[in-house]
């Protein structure tokens, strides 16, 4: 019998079997144009060195070589860490933080477009400049949560829709001074009070698909959430939250899943000024959702610290990727009730 050229052998059709599926699988957790991506990063605070390095290097220096990660997605969280404005009269406190309102143009180079004002320093230059950080998001079209002029406008989400999804991102602070928290006649930030807090959950779960909470809790440089932080976590999820992603101790913590939402505890730092000794690894989570669940997450381990990468995060390779995870499943373990799965490239399924 005479073969034609066309033929294929079995070991041909093997290999393109195996990697027409590998192609597949690619593609799936790669996630379609019609995925909805969300990423979420650290604590951002554009002050001290890092306003030079920006003034000499351009708006998107901190970004050059995260272009990869960032480009594809369509919500870009972080938890803004000082306020836009430039009043002399500052909170009495051990660190203030504030910037030029310019440098909103940084949020914008990174596509920044969400962000939280839930955090202890967004007061430290008092109402003018919370009312500047207000102005100047606005003037960007960048939403943010966690902050008003009362506790009624603190409390409300940033919320977006996205391929018909329907997104609300809230944001709260439990770090003092509490001077900083809203009352109903006083600015400031949103603390999560039982009397409005789990209603409110409720209620922004049946108003939207997704409800995405951002809590500024737990104490600097610890690498474990403390138990009111546990209980709040799965409390939130329990009235309706989707997902939990927590700043505010500038190292990473462990991620939890429970009742397959994830809580990210803390991640760490993103774009920080300064030059901390104790903060060096960080991660950004990115989140696919195909429906109106979020569906699996891929974690990128980041170098932050600056002494080595001046303000320009890099993502981590070879060894340092693979201590960066063996580090985040020790710090997971004790989280859950089964051994959480990353992979080695960093997936979370949680579908």
Known sequence: MVHSSRSFSLVQILMIWVFGG???CGLLFAGSSDTLKIL???DVMLGSWVENVIEENGY???FRKLNSVIADAQIVFVNLEAPFGTSDSAYEKTYTFHVSPDLVEVLVAGKINVVSLANNHILDFGLTDLKETFKTLDRYNIKFSGAG????DARKPAIFEVNGIEIAIVSYSLTFPEEFWATDTTAGTCFPFHTFFYDDLRRFKRQNDLVIVSFHWGAELMKSPKDYQIELAHNAIDAGADLILGHHPHVIQGIEVYKGKMIAYSLGNYIFGSFSENARDSMLLKFFCETDEIERCKIYPISVYNREVEFQPHLLKDSDKVSFFQEL???SLELNSQKIVISEAG???LK
Not at 149 to 152: A, T
């Open 22 to 24: 590998l192609l597949i």
């Open 40 to 42: 979420a990063g650290g």
């Open 347 to 349: 997936w979370v399924n």
């Open 60 to 62: 998107d220096y901190p």
């Open 149 to 152: 002029l009362n506790i009624s």
């Open 329 to 331: 499943q020790q710090l």
